[in-house]
């Protein structure tokens, strides 16, 4: 089998992604990445918040998972929008519909597609969806990221179960990054309490330093991402297909 791995990373351009696009390249993957701006590696320009978009992007996940015989091949869907904060019925109704499509359905549709073709390709493969916390948890203002989560969550759980009862070398996670020093935590800062009531808790995580460092927790995630969902233990978690992960989970992450 070739020692050839091919890492694809959604939302690369910034933050945990193009550290985790960095992480790859260090490892000596072939790096390719899907963003609305320039990201590294082999890339490709999109919206993932527009259904159209969506062909596209697989067509172009096809012709690299088929154009060479990989060793290995991981795609971590990282993408993805807080915006627009603010409660339901009470923001843009555009932005909000975009973030529902790109939040939950994008991370869906790409995901059928990219077990599709790996499947084809007959080699293992990793697929992680990036979660986070709102997917267990409300908070005000969030309404359509925390279903996002919620929805994502459940999609792995099920697309891994599966998985595994085809016996096949398709690894399907989801994973919490925890509270990062990111763009988006930057912005969430920003936001009036009437708008997203939980925001003094995110001005306390950031005044106490509690956030996590985005190349450290993006090399973490992309360090999961090497594994294989095999029912054994890996740093206190154990990896079962399906299983919904956080970075937190990993005793010594």
């Known amino acids: 089998m070739s020692d050839q791995q091919l890492t694809i990373i959604t939302g690369a351009s910034s933050g945990i992604g193009a550290a985790m696009a960095e992480a790859a390249d260090a490892a000596g993957h072939t790096v390719a990445t899907v963003s609305r701006r320039p990201g590294p590696g082999h890339h490709l320009a999109a919206d993932l918040a527009d259904p159209l978009a969506w062909d596209d992007v697989a067509d172009w996940i096809d012709t690299l998972v088929s154009g060479t015989a990989w060793g290995r091949i991981t795609l971590i869907h990282n993408a993805g929008t807080l915006t627009p904060i603010g409660f339901a019925g009470e923001v843009d109704h555009d932005g909000y519909r975009s973030n529902v499509l790109l939040n939950s359905a994008s991370?869906?549709?790409?995901?059928?597609?990219?077990?599709?073709?790996?499947?084809?390709?007959?080699?293992?493969?990793?697929?992680?969806?990036?979660?986070?916390?709102?997917?267990?948890?409300?908070?005000?203002?969030?309404?359509?990221?925390?279903?996002?989560?919620?929805?994502?969550?459940?999609?792995?759980?099920?697309?891994?179960?599966?998985?595994?009862?085809?016996?096949?070398?398709?690894?399907?996670?989801?994973?919490?990054?925890?509270?990062?020093?990111?763009?988006?935590?930057a912005m969430i800062r920003d936001q009036d309490e009437a708008a997203f009531p939980n925001v003094a808790r995110f001005l306390d995580l950031h005044d106490g330093g509690a956030l996590g460092d985005p190349a450290e927790v993006g090399a973490a995630i992309f360090d999961l991402a090497q594994q294989t969902c095999d029912g054994r233990e890996y740093r206190g978690a154990t990896l079962t297909n399906g299983a919904v992960l956080d970075i937190r989970d990993l005793t010594d992450g």
Request: glycine share 10%; proline share 5%; with cysteine.
């Open 107 to 185: 991370a869906q549709v790409l995901g059928d597609r990219f077990v599709a073709a790996v499947s084809r390709a007959s080699c293992p493969a990793m697929l992680m969806v990036i979660s986070s916390g709102a997917g267990k948890n409300p908070y005000p203002g969030w309404s359509s990221y925390c279903a996002g989560k919620a929805a994502t969550d459940m999609w792995c759980r099920t697309a891994g179960l599966e998985q595994e009862m085809r016996a096949s070398d398709i690894s399907v996670l989801s994973m919490a990054p925890g509270v990062v020093d990111t763009g988006m935590q």
